[in-house]
């Protein structure tokens, strides 16, 4: 069964100091991956994608996330936190089964202060 | 500006009424999902649709029924609303269907609560 594990359910950081939020993964096939961004009261934006091509995937904003097939991770960097980055970030898994099944992890909320 | 539009934004309802959430697309993706969203649990597809005319159950249909008349539009109902029905609920789309996953677009939700 195929399944995703957010590590962490809140992260707090200062602004200017890196991110990371953890996300492991179940999958018995090789796996399409995200991470979707969701801002208070809207709805949920891609960031990244990994699709079997590099492992190391940059996204939008300065974020990026590595695929380490031996460790079924694919967590979420950014080298340094802005404000503007507060927000829910959820872990996605995205399986081939007759149309587009995504399984989404809990989310991890990420706190940025001053 | 292109996109998806929700309908209503906030709904408070009373246990046993009927609801539509509306929800519209100018992109003319073919795929379009519904999804609810509860804390601690991600988002839980509904149903999804991968063309006008057809549609599928994801993974908590109980409750819910569809419709996809037309490419642009795809309504969720609730036929006869129950608390545990109170939720944010996201409608989605996404280009054609290729066999390999792609990106969702999302509306901005529909909060509804059931009394």
């Known amino acids: 069964a195929q399944s995703v594990t957010q590590l962490d359910s809140h992260v707090s950081v200062s602004e200017g100091t890196p991110v990371l939020l953890r996300c492991n993964y179940s999958?018995?096939?090789?796996?399409?991956l995200f991470w979707y961004v969701q801002h208070p009261n809207k709805g949920l934006q891609l960031l990244l994608k990994?699709?079997?091509?590099?492992?190391l995937v940059k996204g939008i904003n300065g974020f990026e996330a590595e695929f380490k097939k031996s460790e079924t991770s694919f967590h979420l960097t950014k080298p340094s936190a802005h404000m503007s980055d507060a927000a829910e970030y959820f872990c996605?898994?995205?399986?081939?089964?007759?149309?587009?099944?995504?399984?989404f992890g809990a989310g991890t909320r990420l706190a940025v202060h001053p | 500006i292109a996109g998806i539009t929700q309908a209503p934004t906030s709904q408070i309802l009373a246990a046993g009424r009927r609801m539509t959430l509306r929800c519209t697309q100018d992109?003319?993706?073919?795929?379009m999902y519904w999804y609810r969203q509860d804390l601690g649990l991600g988002l839980r597809l509904i149903h999804y649709?991968?063309?006008?005319?057809?549609?599928g159950k994801g993974e908590v249909p109980d409750g819910y029924s569809v419709s996809r008349a037309n490419t642009d539009d795809f309504p969720l109902t609730l036929a006869s609303a129950v608390p545990s029905q109170t939720s944010v609920y996201f409608c989605?789309?996404?280009?054609?269907?290729?066999?390999?996953?792609?990106?969702?677009?999302f509306g901005e939700g529909s909060r509804l609560t059931v009394l």
């Open positions: 996605v898994v995205g399986l081939t089964g007759g149309y587009n099944k995504l399984i």
């Open positions: 999958s018995s096939y090789s796996p399409s």
């Open positions: 990994y699709t079997s091509a590099a492992t």
């Open positions: 989605a789309s996404s280009g054609d269907w290729t066999g390999s996953v792609g990106e969702l677009f």
């Open positions: 649709s991968n063309t006008a005319g057809t549609t």
């Open positions: 992109m003319r993706h073919n795929a």
